[in-house]
Protein backbone atom coordinates (compact mmCIF):
# COMPACT_ATOMS: atom_id res chain seq x y z
CA UNK A 1 0.00 0.00 0.00
CA UNK A 2 1.50 3.35 -1.21
CA UNK A 3 0.43 6.78 0.21
CA UNK A 4 1.09 9.59 -1.58
CA UNK A 5 -0.34 13.56 -0.97
CA UNK A 6 0.52 15.81 -3.91
CA UNK A 7 0.09 19.73 -2.42
CA UNK A 8 -0.63 22.04 -5.43
CA UNK A 9 -0.54 25.81 -5.80
CA UNK A 10 -4.11 26.22 -5.10
CA UNK A 11 -4.03 24.00 -1.87
CA UNK A 12 -1.14 26.13 -0.62
CA UNK A 13 -2.49 29.36 -1.54
CA UNK A 14 -5.45 28.10 0.91
CA UNK A 15 -3.42 26.54 3.68
CA UNK A 16 -1.20 30.02 3.59
CA UNK A 17 -4.76 32.35 3.57
CA UNK A 18 -5.90 29.51 6.29
CA UNK A 19 -2.84 29.95 8.70
CA UNK A 20 -3.06 34.21 8.22
CA UNK A 21 -6.48 33.70 9.41
CA UNK A 22 -5.85 32.15 12.14
CA UNK A 23 -2.96 34.88 13.33
CA UNK A 24 -5.45 37.69 12.92
CA UNK A 25 -8.54 36.08 15.09
CA UNK A 26 -5.53 35.10 17.72
CA UNK A 27 -4.07 38.83 18.21
CA UNK A 28 -7.57 39.90 17.69
CA UNK A 29 -8.57 38.47 20.78
CA UNK A 30 -4.84 39.00 22.67
CA UNK A 31 -5.72 42.80 22.16
CA UNK A 32 -9.65 43.28 21.63
CA UNK A 33 -12.61 42.73 24.11
CA UNK A 34 -13.84 45.30 26.29
CA UNK A 35 -12.22 44.28 29.94
CA UNK A 36 -10.04 45.91 31.70
CA UNK A 37 -11.09 48.96 29.58
CA UNK A 38 -7.15 49.68 28.75
CA UNK A 39 -5.65 46.56 27.08
CA UNK A 40 -2.23 46.44 26.79
CA UNK A 41 1.17 45.15 28.43
CA UNK A 42 2.84 47.78 29.84
CA UNK A 43 2.30 49.70 33.59
CA UNK A 44 0.56 52.36 31.53
CA UNK A 45 -1.82 50.22 30.59
CA UNK A 46 -2.91 47.46 32.86
CA UNK A 47 -5.71 47.98 35.67
CA UNK A 48 -4.99 46.92 38.99
CA UNK A 49 -7.98 47.09 41.75
CA UNK A 50 -6.11 47.91 45.38
CA UNK A 51 -7.99 48.67 48.20
CA UNK A 52 -11.31 49.37 46.37
CA UNK A 53 -9.38 51.81 43.77
CA UNK A 54 -8.68 50.86 40.33
CA UNK A 55 -5.79 52.80 38.84
CA UNK A 56 -3.10 51.56 36.52
CA UNK A 57 -0.44 49.27 37.74
CA UNK A 58 1.87 51.89 37.12
CA UNK A 59 -0.04 54.50 39.58
CA UNK A 60 0.19 51.98 42.32
CA UNK A 61 3.64 51.03 41.67
CA UNK A 62 4.30 55.24 42.07
CA UNK A 63 1.72 55.56 44.55
CA UNK A 64 3.68 52.60 46.23
CA UNK A 65 0.66 50.55 47.05
CA UNK A 66 2.59 47.52 45.67
CA UNK A 67 5.96 46.16 46.63
CA UNK A 68 7.25 46.31 50.01
CA UNK A 69 5.22 48.75 51.60
CA UNK A 70 1.65 47.41 52.75
CA UNK A 71 -2.05 49.29 53.54
CA UNK A 72 -2.07 49.67 57.36
CA UNK A 73 -5.29 48.59 58.97
CA UNK A 74 -7.50 51.11 60.96
CA UNK A 75 -5.58 51.52 64.45
CA UNK A 76 -2.37 50.68 63.42
CA UNK A 77 0.36 53.08 62.08
CA UNK A 78 2.92 52.99 59.48
CA UNK A 79 6.50 53.12 60.53
CA UNK A 80 8.41 54.81 58.08
CA UNK A 81 11.96 56.67 57.30
CA UNK A 82 13.93 57.36 53.88
CA UNK A 83 11.00 55.81 51.98
CA UNK A 84 11.29 52.66 53.30
CA UNK A 85 8.79 51.10 55.57
CA UNK A 86 9.15 48.92 58.69
CA UNK A 87 5.81 48.01 59.17
CA UNK A 88 2.34 48.98 60.94
CA UNK A 89 2.61 48.53 64.87
CA UNK A 90 -0.92 48.96 67.05
CA UNK A 91 -1.38 52.78 67.73
CA UNK A 92 -3.17 51.38 71.58
CA UNK A 93 -2.12 48.40 73.65
CA UNK A 94 -3.98 45.12 72.37
CA UNK A 95 -4.34 43.53 75.97
CA UNK A 96 -2.46 41.55 78.22
CA UNK A 97 -1.48 37.83 78.00
CA UNK A 98 1.00 35.36 78.12
CA UNK A 99 3.30 35.59 75.46
CA UNK A 100 1.64 33.00 74.03
CA UNK A 101 -1.94 34.39 73.97
CA UNK A 102 -0.39 37.68 72.67
CA UNK A 103 1.51 35.62 69.92
CA UNK A 104 -1.16 33.87 68.61
CA UNK A 105 -3.89 36.80 69.19
CA UNK A 106 -1.63 38.99 66.98
CA UNK A 107 -1.27 36.41 64.52
CA UNK A 108 -5.45 35.01 64.02
CA UNK A 109 -6.40 38.63 64.29
CA UNK A 110 -3.97 40.91 62.05
CA UNK A 111 -1.65 38.29 60.60
CA UNK A 112 0.93 39.90 62.44
CA UNK A 113 3.10 39.31 65.60
CA UNK A 114 4.42 41.10 68.71
CA UNK A 115 6.78 43.97 67.96
CA UNK A 116 10.72 43.25 68.36
CA UNK A 117 12.40 45.72 71.11
CA UNK A 118 14.07 47.94 68.28
CA UNK A 119 10.40 48.15 66.31
CA UNK A 120 8.62 49.13 69.27
CA UNK A 121 11.83 51.71 70.31
CA UNK A 122 11.48 53.57 66.76
CA UNK A 123 7.84 53.03 66.88
CA UNK A 124 7.56 54.83 70.48
CA UNK A 125 10.22 57.52 70.13
CA UNK A 126 9.04 58.68 66.88
CA UNK A 127 5.55 58.35 66.80
CA UNK A 128 2.10 59.45 68.81
CA UNK A 129 1.38 56.05 70.17
CA UNK A 130 -1.10 55.88 72.94
CA UNK A 131 -1.12 53.53 76.51
CA UNK A 132 3.12 53.74 76.04
CA UNK A 133 4.19 55.21 79.74
CA UNK A 134 1.83 52.83 82.02
CA UNK A 135 3.04 50.04 82.27
CA UNK A 136 5.50 47.52 80.62
CA UNK A 137 4.64 45.85 76.94
CA UNK A 138 5.74 42.70 75.96
CA UNK A 139 7.84 42.41 72.45
CA UNK A 140 8.52 39.42 70.66
CA UNK A 141 12.41 39.03 71.46
CA UNK A 142 13.34 35.77 73.52
CA UNK A 143 16.53 36.17 76.22
CA UNK A 144 19.32 33.84 78.04
CA UNK A 145 19.18 34.39 81.35
CA UNK A 146 21.30 33.05 83.96
CA UNK A 147 18.37 31.41 86.20
CA UNK A 148 15.63 30.22 84.37
CA UNK A 149 17.23 29.52 80.69
CA UNK A 150 15.08 30.97 78.34
CA UNK A 151 13.11 33.44 78.92
CA UNK A 152 10.61 35.93 77.09
CA UNK A 153 10.84 40.06 76.96
CA UNK A 154 9.31 43.66 77.50
CA UNK A 155 10.54 46.76 77.71
CA UNK A 156 9.44 50.00 79.79
CA UNK A 157 10.08 53.18 78.90
CA UNK A 158 9.88 54.94 82.40
CA UNK A 159 13.07 52.73 82.95
CA UNK A 160 15.87 54.11 80.82
CA UNK A 161 14.51 52.71 77.82
CA UNK A 162 15.47 49.01 78.81
CA UNK A 163 14.38 45.90 78.05
CA UNK A 164 13.19 43.16 81.13
CA UNK A 165 12.40 39.60 81.64
CA UNK A 166 8.73 38.61 82.66
CA UNK A 167 7.89 34.88 82.63
CA UNK A 168 6.13 34.04 79.28
CA UNK A 169 3.43 32.80 81.25
CA UNK A 170 3.10 35.81 82.96
CA UNK A 171 0.21 38.31 81.65
CA UNK A 172 1.80 41.83 80.20
CA UNK A 173 0.58 44.43 78.29
CA UNK A 174 1.62 44.62 74.47
CA UNK A 175 0.43 45.32 71.04
CA UNK A 176 0.80 43.82 67.73
CA UNK A 177 3.40 44.62 64.68
CA UNK A 178 2.52 44.02 61.29
CA UNK A 179 6.12 43.35 59.51
CA UNK A 180 6.30 45.21 55.71
Same mark, same amino acid.
Given at each position: ?????????????????????????????????????????????????????????????????????????????????? $???????? =?????? !????? @???? /??????????????????????????????????????????????? $???????? =?????? !????? @???? /?????
Amino acid at each position: MKLEVTIGNQQLMFLAVFLAALLIVGLAGAYGGSSPIQMGHSAGELEVTVGGSTMTLQQAIDSRLLGNKIACPSGFTSIESQ $GRQLGCIQ =NSEEGS !GTIYD @ATSN /CFSKYGGRLPFFSELYIAMANYNLNDERDDRERIGDWFMTNVVGVDC $GGMDFDDA =NVMWTL !GCKTN @AAYR /CFIPA
